[in-house]
C-alpha cells in the first residue's frame, strides 16, 4: 500500500513534471534531455516487461505494464532518437500523456490516502 503511495508522488513529481516540460517546450527543450528519454524508454521498456512477466505468472492483470511497453517506452524512445526532429505529434502526445499521469495518480493518491491511510 505504501509502495503505491510512492509510485503515485513519483508519478505526479517526476514523470508528470518531465512530460509537461517537454511536451511544452518541444524543441526548446536541452538536446542533452532528448536524448536521455531514449534510455529511459529502453529502461522502461524493460522493468515493465520483468513486471508484466511476473504478473502474468501468478494470474494478475498486467495492463498498465503493456500501456508502458507499447505506448510509453517506445514514444520515449522515438522523441530521444529524432531529438530535434522529432515530428510535433510525437511532443503533443507526450503532454497528453504528462496531463493523464496527473489525472490518474493524483485521483489515486487521493483514493489510497483517504481510503486505507485514514481508516
Known amino acids: 500500500m505504501i509502495s ?3 509510485a503515485n508522488l513519483f508519478h505526479i513529481l517526476f514523470v508528470s513534471s518531465l512530460f509537461l516540460y517537454i511536451g511544452i517546450n ?3 527543450t536541452p538536446i542533452y534531455i532528448l536524448n536521455l528519454l531514449k534510455y529511459l524508454g529502453i529502461i522502461i ?5 520483468y513486471q508484466a512477466y511476473n504478473k502474468i505468472i501468478i494470474n494478475k492483470s498486467a495492463w498498465i505494464n503493456f500501456f508502458h511497453i507499447f505506448v510509453v517506452g517506445p514514444l520515449l524512445v522515438i522523441i530521444g532518437i529524432n531529438e530535434l526532429d522529432t515530428s510535433r505529434k510525437y511532443f503533443e502526445f507526450l503532454l497528453m500523456l504528462g496531463i ?3 489525472g490518474y495518480h493524483t485521483y489515486y493518491l487521493t483514493y489510497n ?6 481508516r
Open 45 to 49: 521498456i524493460l522493468y515493465h516487461s
Open 26 to 28: 518541444r524543441t526548446k
Open 113 to 118: 490516502i483517504k481510503n486505507k491511510i485514514l
Open 100 to 102: 493523464a499521469s496527473l
Open 4 to 6: 503505491h503511495i510512492f
